[in-house]
C-alpha cells in the first residue's frame, strides 16, 4: 500500500498574482497561519523520526513557532514572514516564504537578511514539506530552558529586542497651571 508523507496534507497556499512581476503584498494572515502550522507539523516529525533518542532533546520543551509576522517587503517576489522557532533541541529566527519554494541551490548557503530592525546571518535550508527557508540560530542545545514559558518569553525577548517599537502617540501639551492668585483674579495676575 502507498501511504502518503504525513505533511503533504497540507497544501501551499498559492499567491495571488504572478511572482515574476515584482514584490507581492503581504497576503492574509490565514495563509501565514497555514504557513506556519505546516512548519510546525514538520520539525514535530523530524523530532519524532530523526531525534528520538538523542541526548541533546530536552524533554521539557515541545517544538512550538512564536510571532511569526509579515516582515517588511524587501524586494523579494514573494512576502516572508519571520518569527522564532522553538525545538527540544534549538532556537532559531526563521524567515519562512509565504509559499513553499524550490531552494534554487541555496541550500547551506549564509546570507545576511534584515530582521525587524536588525541584520543577522541566515543560512539557506530547505524540504519539500515546507519549501525553502532561511534561519538564524539562537540556542542550541536547549538543555538550560527549564520549562516551554521560558523558552516562549526568552523567544518573545528576542523578537522584541529585533522589532521596531511603534512610537507612542505624543501627548498634548501641557496646559501651564494658573498661580493660585491668577485662579482667583480670573487669569489677570
Known amino acids: 500500500m502507498n501511504q502518503e508523507h504525513p505533511l503533504r496534507r497540507f ?9 515574476a512581476s515584482g514584490p507581492a503584498t503581504p497576503v492574509a494572515r490565514h495563509v501565514l497561519d497555514g504557513r506556519v502550522l ?3 507539523d514538520f520539525y514535530r516529525l ?3 523520526e530523526r ?3 538523542i541526548a541533546l532533546l530536552n524533554a521539557a520543551l515541545c517544538v512550538e513557532a512564536v510571532g511569526f509576522e509579515w516582515a517588511a517587503a524587501d524586494g523579494e517576489a514573494v512576502p516572508v ?12 529566527l526563521v524567515r519562512l516564504p509565504a509559499q513553499a519554494l524550490p531552494h534554487g541551490g541555496l541550500v547551506g548557503r549564509s546570507f545576511v ?7 543577522f546571518d541566515f543560512l539557506g535550508a530547505h524540504d519539500p514539506a515546507i519549501g525553502y527557508h532561511e534561519t538564524c540560530a539562537l540556542f542550541s542545545p536547549m538543555g538550560g530552558f527549564a520549562t516551554q514559558a521560558l523558552a516562549r518569553e526568552t523567544a518573545r525577548e528576542a523578537l522584541a529586542l529585533t522589532r521596531p517599537v511603534a512610537a507612542a502617540p505624543a501627548a498634548p501639551p501641557a496646559q501651564p497651571v ?3 492668585r491668577a485662579f ?4 489677570r495676575a
Open 38 to 40: 505546516i512548519l510546525e
Open 178 to 180: 494658573p498661580s493660585r
Open 51 to 53: 531525534m528520538q533518542g
Open 113 to 119: 537578511r534584515d530582521f525587524g530592525s536588525e541584520r
Open 184 to 187: 482667583f483674579l480670573g487669569g
Open 46 to 48: 523530524v523530532q519524532a
Open 81 to 92: 514572514a519571520e518569527g522564532v522557532l522553538i525545538t527540544p533541541w534549538f532556537m532559531s
Open 11 to 19: 497544501a501551499a497556499s498559492p499567491l495571488q498574482g504572478d511572482p
